[in-house]
C-alpha cells in the first residue's frame, strides 16, 4: 500500500509542472500578441499621419475658388474694357486683332461661368485689384499718346500683353489646382482659356515686332 502511493505522487507532481509550463506558454504568447497589437497601432498611426487632412482639401479648394473669382472679375473687366482700345488703336490689324479677342473672351466667360456650375456654385466675382490696375494703364496708354500713330499702337500692345500674361498665369495656375483636386472637367474648361490667351499673347507681338513697333520707331517726337 505505501509503495502504491508513490506514484500517486509522481503523477501530482508531474501534472503540476506540466500545468505550469502551459501558463507560462500562454503568458509569453499573450505578451507577444500585445506587442503586435501596439506595433500595428503604431503603423496606423503612421500611416494616417502622412495623409493630407480633410481640412487641408478644403482650404486648397477655398483657395481655388477665391482666385476663381478673381480671374471671373479680370475676364469681365477685360471684356468691358476692350472694345474702347480697339476704337483707340490705329491698325486696322491691331483693331481686327482686338475685336477677336472679345469674342473669345465672351466664349471664356462662358466656360468660366461652367466651371462655377461644375463646383455646384453660382458665379460670383470678387475684385481684381491687379486687373483693375492694368485697365488703367491701358487708359493712360491711350491718353498719353497722339491718335493715329503707331506709337500708341504700341503703347496699346505693351499694356494689353500685360494683361495677357495675368491672365495665362491665372489661368495655368488654376488648371493645375484643378487637377490636383480632381476637377478634371474644370481643368478642361480652364485649358481651353489658357490657349487662346497665348495665342492672343502671340498675336500681339508677331504684329508689334513685324510691323507697329517698326513704324513707331520712324515716327517723328
Known sequence: MAKATKPAGKSAAATKTTAGKSMMSKGVASKGAAQKSTSTKQAGSKTGASRPGKSEETKLRE??????????????????????????????????????????????????????????????????????????????????????????????????????????????????????????????LLSQNLQEEKNTDEKLSQLAESTINIKAEAEPQ
Open 63 to 188: 483657395l481655388f475658388v477665391e482666385e476663381l473669382k478673381d480671374l471671373y472679375y479680370a475676364e469681365k473687366l477685360l471684356l468691358k474694357t476692350m472694345p474702347k482700345l480697339a476704337k483707340a488703336a490705329t491698325s486696322e490689324e491691331l483693331r481686327m486683332a482686338y475685336q477677336q479677342h472679345i469674342t473669345e473672351s465672351e466664349g471664356q466667360v462662358e466656360r468660366l461661368n461652367q466651371v462655377f456650375e461644375q463646383l455646384g456654385m453660382s458665379p460670383k466675382a470678387k475684385k481684381c485689384e491687379a486687373m483693375t490696375g492694368l485697365v488703367q494703364e491701358a487708359e493712360h496708354a491711350i491718353s498719353d499718346t497722339d491718335k493715329g500713330t503707331a506709337t500708341r499702337d504700341a503703347a496699346l500692345i505693351i499694356s494689353s500683353q500685360k494683361a495677357e500674361h495675368y491672365e495665362i498665369a491665372s489661368y495655368g495656375s488654376l488648371m493645375a489646382l484643378a487637377k490636383v483636386m480632381g476637377e478634371n472637367q474644370v481643368a478642361q
